[in-house]
């Protein structure tokens, strides 16, 4: 599906809030599914999925152009960065090899 991929990691104690709280905010619009191991977003123009990790939560949003990576790279960010607030956690994304 996706030639276009990005991924973010961000070391918090508490990845399976995260992950809940960005599945559910989106799950009113979009398709999602989520436990508190790892979620996924479908949205329109591409996917993400979040994975709870030993030191924290990994994001990766995948595209079929790098013009949809970006915008969702954009909206993933801020809504986490939203959710993230009390942490003060930003996402860095990192490109990934295309497979």
């Known amino acids: 599906m996706s030639s276009f991929s990005s991924s973010a990691f961000v070391a918090t104690d508490t990845?399976?809030?995260y992950i809940s709280r960005l599945c559910?905010?989106?799950a009113h619009k979009i398709a999602v599914s989520f436990d508190?191991?790892?979620g996924r977003i479908e949205f329109g123009a591409g996917l993400a999925t979040l994975k709870a990790e030993d030191q924290g939560l990994r994001l990766q949003v995948e595209s079929a152009s790098s013009e949809d990576l970006q915008r969702l790279q954009d909206v993933v960010a801020s809504h986490f960065e939203r959710f993230a607030w009390q942490e003060a956690l930003t996402l860095d994304w990192q490109p990934n090899a295309i497979r």
């Open 24 to 26: 559910k905010h989106f």
């Open 36 to 38: 508190e191991q790892q």
């Open 15 to 17: 990845p399976a809030r």
